[in-house]
């Protein structure tokens, strides 16, 4: 059973940082591309940033500047680094990986349970 845990939420004010990590554990043969989304009280959860296996990545446009995602792939862990976090941050974050099992030849899609970023004074 594959699983994907998110860690490094939490309250902070404008203009702060936090770092979101995301552990995949259990039989997996191979992890594709790491993304964060995120979802805000009463809105659709919406795309961050991604990055592919080979360190190839993609932010949304409200985020680029601001947020920088990396991962290590001989831990498998994906992070996003989060600095000058706006009010408009607050949301709970998700990790999504694209993971091939140990056990078949398929690959999906697995997601995290989300950890609350809040960002207010």
């Known amino acids: 059973q594959v699983q994907l845990v998110e860690s490094g939420g939490g309250l902070v004010q404008p203009g702060g940082s936090l770092r979101l990590s995301c552990a995949a554990s259990?039989?997996?043969?191979?992890?594709?591309?790491m993304a964060w989304y995120r979802q805000a009280p009463g809105k659709q959860r919406e795309f961050v940033a991604a990055i592919t296996s080979v360190g190839s990545t993609n932010y949304a446009d409200s985020v680029k500047g601001r947020f920088t995602t990396s991962r290590d792939n001989a831990k498998n862990t994906v992070y996003l680094q989060m600095n000058s976090l706006k009010p408009d941050d607050t949301a709970v974050y998700y990790c999504?990986?694209?993971?091939?099992?140990?056990?078949?030849?398929?690959?999906?899609?697995?997601w995290g349970q989300g950890t609350q970023v809040t960002v207010s004074s």
């Open positions: 999504n990986a694209e993971i091939r099992g140990a056990d078949s030849p398929h690959v999906r899609d697995y």
């Open positions: 259990g039989s997996i043969f191979s992890i594709y591309t």
